[in-house]
C-alpha cells in the first residue's frame, strides 16, 4: 500500500529530484539559463506523469487521489510553469540555480498539500512551501527593503506554522488521528461527546489562524503588503498564488471536509473573515501608489472573495446542485492565478536599468510610449486588471459568478437563515465596485497620461514576456469559454467526490488505520 | 435571418481586426464595416414582420449543453422592444465614424477598433436573449468607452472616465446579483427545476410562479441600482453630464443615443415583465423621480454656459420623459416611452455631432462667445434648428409623437384609472411632466437663438487658434452625409409613427399585460382600505365590509380602455363593485383607436 501512495506522488517526487540535481550542480556549472530551462522540464515530466495518473480505486494512504487533487494539481504544475519562465529572466544577482531550485520545491510542496489527506503529509506539504520561499525572498534583491521583507516574512511565516500545528494537535487530541477522512468521521460520530467537539473548534480557530496567513486573509494579513512592497514582481506573484493555492486547499482539506460536522460556527468563521477581508483589502488598496503594495492588498481581497465560497460550502449541508461553494472557490483560484501571475509577469518585463518598476506614476503613458513590445504589455496589464476586477468578458468575471451565484443558492443553513448569505453576496459585489476603482487607476496611468519617461525595459525580458502573453490568451479564453469550466472545478469539489465511487471504496479502508499516524508522537 | 442577426452583432469585431496601418485606411475600413453593418441592420429591421413577437431568433446551447437542467444559451433575438433601439444603434455607427473623421489624429487605429467593439457590445446587448449573455455585452460595452472618454476626451477626461466607470460598474454588478437573484429563484420554484438563464423562458415561468412579492421589493432595488445609474434617473445623474462634456464626439453620440437606452431597456425587459409586483407597488416612486428629473434637467439645461453641456441635461429632462411613459404601465405610455427612446437617441446624437462639428470649428463650446452663426454656418444652422425642433417636440418630428404618447399614457394613468391613494399625486406629476415639455422648448430655443441668431460675433479672434484658423467654412459633404439620415428617420417616425409602433406593439403589450394584474390587485387594495376608512368614518362599521371586501376582492378592476382590454381579461363588472371607471370617461383615448388597431 505504501506503494500505491508514492505511485501517486511521483510527480511531486521528479520535481524535488530536479530541485536537488539543480541545487547540487548549481554549484560547478555556471550556465543560468540552463537551470530554467531544468526546471521547464522537469515541470513537464511532471506534468506527463500526471497525466497518467488514474484516479482508481486504491487504498491510497495519506494521500488523496481525488478530482479535487487533481484539479489544484494541475493548477500548480501550470502556476509553476509560468512562475519559472519568469524566473527564466537572468537575475543581476547570483543564485539562479538556488532559486529556481527552490521555486520547484514549493511548487512540489503545494501540489503535496493538494494531495495530502492527512494532517502530517499536509502540515510537511505547507513547511516544504515555506522554507525555500524564505531563500527566494532573501535571493530576490539585494536591499535594505528586501532583507526587512524576508525577515518579516520569516518570523510571521514560523509562527503561522506553529498556530497551525497547534490546532492540530487538538484535533489530534480530540478524534485521536490524524487521518482526514477518519477525523471526519469521528467528528461526526461523537456529535453527542461534547469534549471532542469543544477541542474541534479550538482546533478550528487555530487552523483558520494559521492558514489565514498563507492565504492573507485579515487581520492576519499584515506582512503582505511590506513583504510584496520589498521584494521583486516574480517573488509577490509566487507569493500571491502559490501559497494561496495551498491555503485554500488546506481549508477545504481540514475545515470543509473534516470538519463539517461541528455546527455552524465554521461557516460563520468563514464568512465573518470574508467580509473583513475583502472590505479591508479593496478599501485599503484605494490609497496605495506602490504598484506591488497595491496588487498586494488586492489578493488580500481576493481571498475574502473565496472565503465566500468556503463559507457557503461550510453552511449548507447539501449541495449545491449550481454554483457549490468549493467549486466556485476552485474556480476563482484558477482566474485569480492567470490575472495575478500575468500582472506581475508583465510588471517584471519592465523597469529602468537594474531598477523595477515601483510607484504607479511609473507606469505613466505605457501604453503609448513607442515600440511595440510596451503598448503591447500594456494592453495586456489593462486585460489583467479588468479581469482581476471581475469584468465580462474576461476570466474573472467567471469566478466571480461563480462565487456570487453560490452565495445566491444557498438554501438551507446551518443555524441560520439564507439572507445571510444574499448579504455576503451584496457585500462582495459592493466590493467589486470598490476594487475597480483601483485597478482602473493603473490602467488610467497607462492609458490616460502622457509618456513623460517611460520605463525602459531591460535588455532581457525572457520568459517573463512568454509569460505575459501566455496568461493574456488565457485570461482572454477563460472569458471567452466560461461555463466550460464549471464542470471541471464541479467535479473536483468534495461534495462530487464523495458521491463517486473513488473514495467510496476506501472509505471504509480508512479504518485500518492510517499510514502516519501510528507514528505520530504524544 | 438567424444567421444574419449574428453576423450583424458581430461584424463590427472583424472591422475591428482591420483597423491597422495608415490613418486613412482604417478610416474607410470603419466606415465600410458600419456601413455594411447598417446596411443588415435595415434588412433585419425591413424584414420584421408586423404583429410578430419575435424575429431573427438564433438560439443554442451555449454552455452546459450536456445537462439537462441547466440552460444558458447563445441566443440572439429581435423583437418589438429592441428592434428599433438596434436598427438605431446601427444607424448611429457610420455616423460616429463621419463625426471622428478629421476630429481624431492620435491613436487612430484603437480609436476605431474600439469604436467598433463598443458597436458590437450595444448590439449584443439589445438582442441578447440570455441574462448571462446581455450582462456580458451590457458590461463589455463599458470597457471600450471608458478608453474613448479617457484617451480621446477633453481636459478631465481622466476624471470623467474613471468617474463614468464606477458609477456605472457600481450599480450594474448589483444588476447582475438581482437577475441571478431572479435566476435562482425560478430554479428553486418553478416546476421545471432547470436553472435557465433564458430570457423569454423566464419571463413565461415567472408567470406561473411569481416571485414572493417581498422578495420581488428587493430584487427590484437591486436591478434599480444599475438601470436608474445608466438611464441616468434624478438623483443618480452625476456621472452623466462630466462624461457626456468630456467624451469625444463620437462617445457623446452613443453614450446619449445608445448607452443611456440600456438602462430603460433593462427596465422594461426585466424589471417590469419578471418583477410586476414591485413594479406596481413602485410605481409612485419611481414617476416621482422621472418627473423631478425633467424638471430638474430642465431647469439646470437652462443655467448652462456650455453647449455640450447644456445637451447633456437635456438628456436627463429626455430619460426622465421616457422612464414616465414606461412606469404608466398602459400602452400609450409604454409605446411613448419606448419610441422617445429612440427619438432621444436620434434627436440627441445629432445634437452632439453637431456641437462636436461646432466645436472643431471653434474650438470652444461656450455660448456667450457665439451669436449669429447662421449667417456663417447656414447648413449647420439648418440642422441644428431642425434638430432642435425634433428634441422639443414639434408636431410633424418625432420628438412630438413619442412625448404626446406618453404624456397621453401619464393623463389616462392619472385621471382615467389611478389607484386610488395615487390619484392626486399622479395628477400632480402629469402637470409637472406636461410643464417639462415648456421648459424643454426654452432652453433649446434659447440655445439656438443666442448661438445662430442675432448678431454675428464669432469665437474665432483669440489668439491661441489664430494660425490655423481660416473663417470657418459651413459642413462638409462628409458631416452632412452623418446628419441626413438622422433627419430623414427624425421626419419619418415624425410623419408615419404607425410602421415603428406597429412593430413593437405585440412585445410592450405583454410587457404591460404581464404587470396589470398586479397592478389590478393593488387597485383593489386600495380601494378595500379607501373603502373601509370611509365606512369607518361613517360610523357604520363592519355591517357592509365582509361583503364589500370580498365582493371587490373578486372582481379585476375595470379596464378603462380598449387596448388595455385586448391584453387582460376583461369580466362582467358586478353591480356592487364600489370602485369602477365609467366606461364613458375612457371615451377620448379609445376613440383614436380605429387608427391604431392593427
Known sequence: MPGDAFRLLVPEIILVAAAVLIYVFGAFVNARALWGWTALAALAAAAFVLLGTSLSPVDTGPVAADHLA????????????????????????????????????????????????????????????????????????????????????????????????????????????????????????????????????????????????????????????????????????????????????????????????????????AAALAVVTMTLGNVVALWQNNIRRLLAYSSIAHAGYMLIGLAVYLASPTANRFFDGVAAVLLYLLVYAVATLGAFSALSCLGRGDRQVDSIDELAGLAWSGGAVRPALAWALAIFMFSLAGLPPLAGFWGKLAIFGSALMVRT???????????????????????????LRVIGAMFFRPSSDAPARPAEMGGALVATVLCAILAVGIGLSGWNWFPLADRASPRQVRATPVTAATAPMADVGPLVAAEVPR | MNRLLLVTIFLPVAGALLCFGSRTWIRWAALATTLVTLALALVLAASFPRGAAEFAVFDVPWFGGSSPSLDIRFSFGLDGLSLWLFALTALLMPVCVLVSWEAITEHVAAYYALLLLLGTGMLGVFAARDIILFYVFFEFTLIPLFFLIGIWGSEERRHAAIKFFLFTLAGSLLTFLGLVAIVVWNYFHSPSGVLTFSIPRLSLELIRAPIDPALQMWIFIALFAGFAIKVPLFPLHTWLPLAHVQAPTAGSVLLAGVLLKIGTYGFVRFSLPMLP?????????????????????????????????????????????????????????????????????????????????????????????????????????????????????????????????????????????????????????????????????????ALVK????????????????????????????????????????????????????????????????????????????????????????????????????????????????????????????PSGAARCVPLEAAGPTSREEPTRAR
Not at chain 2, 538 to 559: F, H, I, K, N, W
Request: net charge negative; hydrophobic share 55%; charged share 15%.
Open chain 1, 70 to 269: 487533481l484539479y489544484t494539481r494541475w493548477l500548480t504544475l501550470a502556476a509553476g510553469a509560468v512562475l519559472t519562465l519568469i524566473a527564466l529572466r537572468p537575475l543581476e544577482t547570483t543564485g539562479q540555480p538556488e532559486y529556481v531550485g527552490s521555486l520547484l520545491l514549493a511548487i512540489a510542496g503545494t501540489m503535496l498539500v493538494s494531495a495530502a489527506d492527512e494532517l502530517v503529509l499536509l502540515f510537511l506539504g505547507l513547511e516544504l512551501i515555506s522554507i525555500p520561499t524564505y531563500i527566494m525572498l532573501y535571493l530576490g534583491r539585494r536591499e535594505a527593503t528586501s532583507q526587512e521583507a524576508a525577515a518579516k516574512y520569516f518570523f510571521l511565516s514560523i509562527l503561522s506554522s506553529a498556530m497551525l500545528l497547534y490546532g492540530f494537535s487538538f484535533l489530534y487530541g480530540a478524534t485521536g488521528t490524524t487521518d482526514l477522512d477518519t477525523v471526519r468521521q469521528r467528528l461526526a460520530d461523537g456529535q453527542d461527546s461534547t469534549t471532542a467537539v469543544y477541542l474541534a473548534r479550538v482546533a478550528l480557530v487555530f487552523v483558520f489562524a494559521g492558514l489565514g496567513f498563507r492565504i492573507t486573509a485579515v487581520p492576519f494579513h499584515f506582512y503582505a503588503p511590506d513583504v510584496y512592497q520589498g521584494t521583486t514582481h516574480a517573488n509577490a506573484g509566487f507569493l500571491s498564488v502559490l501559497p494561496k493555492i495551498a491555503g485554500v486547499l488546506a481549508l477545504v482539506r481540514i475545515v470543509a471536509i473534516a470538519m463539517e460536522d461541528i455546527g455552524p460556527y465554521p461557516w460563520r468563521v
Open chain 2, 450 to 573: 443666442s448661438v445662430f441668431f442675432g448678431p454675428l460675433h464669432e469665437p474665432g479672434g483669440d489668439a491661441e487658434h489664430a494660425h490655423d484658423h481660416v473663417p470657418a467654412g459651413d459642413l462638409k459633404f462628409r458631416e452632412v452625409l452623418a446628419l441626413a439620415p438622422l433627419a430623414i428617420v427624425i421626419l419619418w417616425i415624425g410623419i408615419w409613427p404607425e410602421f415603428f409602433l406597429a412593430r413593437m406593439r405585440p412585445t410592450l403589450q405583454m410587457v404591460t399585460a404581464r404587470v396589470q394584474p398586479s397592478l389590478e390587485r393593488l387597485e383593489r387594495e386600495q380601494a378595500i382600505a379607501a373603502e373601509t376608512e370611509s365606512q369607518d368614518l361613517a360610523g357604520e362599521p363592519g355591517r357592509r365590509d365582509s361583503t364589500t371586501r370580498s365582493a371587490m376582492l373578486a372582481t379585476p378592476a375595470q379596464v378603462p380602455t380598449a387596448h388595455l382590454a385586448r391584453v387582460s381579461v376583461r369580466e362582467e363588472m
Open chain 2, 277 to 445: 409586483d414591485a413594479a406596481a407597488a413602485a410605481m409612485p416612486w419611481l414617476l416621482w423621480l422621472s418627473v423631478a428629473g425633467i424638471i430638474y434637467g430642465a431647469l439646470v439645461a437652462l443655467a448652462q454656459q456650455d453647449i455640450k453641456r447644456l445637451i447633456a441635461y437635456s438628456s436627463v429632462s429626455h430619460l426622465g420623459f421616457c422612464m414616465l411613459g414606461v412606469f404608466a404601465i398602459n400602452m400609450l405610455g409604454m409605446e411613448g416611452g419606448v419610441l422617445q427612446m429612440v427619438n432621444h437617441g436620434l434627436s440627441t446624437g445629432a445634437l452632439f455631432a453637431l456641437v462636436g462639428m461646432l466645436y472643431e470649428r471653434y474650438h470652444t463650446r461656450e455660448i456667450a462667445r457665439f451669436g449669429g452663426i447662421a449667417r456663417r454656418l447656414p447648413v449647420l444652422a439648418f440642422f441644428m434648428l431642425f434638430m432642435s425642433l425634433a428634441s422639443i417636440g414639434l408636431p410633424g418630428l418625432n420628438g412630438f409623437v413619442g412625448e404626446f404618447l406618453l404624456l397621453m399614457g401619464m393623463f389616462q394613468r392619472a385621471w382615467l384609472d389611478p389607484p386610488v391613494e395615487w390619484s392626486l399625486q399622479f395628477k400632480i406629476i402629469s402637470v409637472l411632466a406636461v410643464s417639462g415639455v415648456v421648459l424643454g422648448a426654452w432652453y433649446m430655443l
Open chain 1, 413 to 439: 443553513v446551518r443555524d441560520g437563515i439564507p439572507l445571510w448569505f444574499w448579504m455576503l453576496a451584496v457585500i462582495g459585489v459592493l466590493n467589486a465596485a470598490v476594487s475597480a476603482a483601483y485597478y
